[in-house]
């Protein structure tokens, strides 16, 4: 299967923008819409990892934990460690669970057009099809 970059980041900015939202949400913080697309942005870019060769279990864990770190620190801003940490941790879970549900929607549904590669997820959806879900599922999370 073809993998296109400009479709895999364009899914990956509208997801992770609904991540930060989220996560935002369960932090109970304000915060500003400039700073959600910026690490949606960097969030997006990570995505494409699925084009490097597989890194190996360790490495990649290590890897996805910093890519967290620097993308809360993006979203939300550095307000002392405590903070810092609490938010990188809030994302990462968020980040977790709707990787695992993804995970399992790919095994269960073996649906055409995923690609799972160094836990990057590809769709190939129409963009209409992703904005509507990513909606419904954040209100439905919310």
């Not at 609490?86 to 649906?111: D, E, N, T």
Request: glycine residues 4%; charged residues 10%; proline residues 4%.
């Amino acid at each position: 299967m073809e993998v296109y970059a400009d479709i895999l980041i364009a899914v990956n900015f509208t997801v992770d923008y609904f991540l930060l939202a989220f996560t935002a949400k369960l932090l109970r913080v304000n915060c500003p819409l400039w700073r959600q697309l910026i690490a949606a942005a960097v969030a997006a870019a990570s995505s494409l990892m699925i084009f490097l060769p597989p890194l190996g279990a360790v490495i990649e864990f290590l890897v996805r934990i910093a890519l967290c770190a620097v993308i809360a620190l993006v979203c939300f801003g550095f307000h002392g460690a405590r903070a810092f940490i609490r938010a990188s941790i809030y994302f990462f879970a968020v980040s977790f669970g709707f990787a695992g549900a993804m995970l399992a929607v790919w095994y269960i549904f073996k649906p055409y057009g995923m690609v799972i590669n160094n836990s990057a997820v590809y769709f190939n959806i129409s963009p209409m099809f992703l904005i509507v879900f990513s909606v419904v599922g954040y209100f439905a999370a919310a």
